[in-house]
């Protein structure tokens, strides 16, 4: 059992950066990939980025290519999201997820979600 906890949401104006925070429970972290997901209001959940178990390889959805890194430190238990550059359409409930490889995160599925932090970006 993996529980998932997000911090470092927000408030930041257009062109502001953030960094978002996941920590998780359990001695099995580094087994699993890990990612971000995000939901806006009236769309349905996307997804934002992935990294490996041994943090080798990054996959980033196009809308955030270049202005988003996901990191983890798996003697910490931590994933990160720094987010550069935002835009209104940014704006979001972003969830950590983990899951077995990266493929599912892509496809939207993951085996433990977090209860997600809201980002909203002002124009």
């Known amino acids: 059992q993996v529980q998932l906890v997000e911090s470092g949401g927000g408030l930041v104006q257009t062109g502001g950066s953030l960094t978002l925070t996941c920590v998780a429970s359990g001695r099995t972290f580094g087994g699993y990939a890990m990612g971000w997901l995000r939901q806006a209001p009236g769309k349905e959940r996307e997804f934002v980025a992935a990294?490996?178990?041994?943090?080798?390889?990054?996959t980033y959805a196009d809308s955030v290519k270049g202005r988003f890194t996901i990191s983890r430190d798996n003697a910490k238990n931590a994933m990160y999201l720094q987010m550069t550059s935002l835009n209104p359409e940014d704006t979001a409930v972003y969830y950590c997820?983990?899951?077995?490889?990266?493929?599912?995160?892509?496809?939207?599925?993951?085996?433990?979600w977090g209860q997600g932090t809201q980002v909203t970006v002002s124009s």
């Open positions: 990294i490996t178990r041994s943090a080798g390889t990054t």
């Open positions: 997820a983990s899951a077995s490889g990266t493929f599912s995160l892509r496809s939207n599925t993951a085996d433990y």
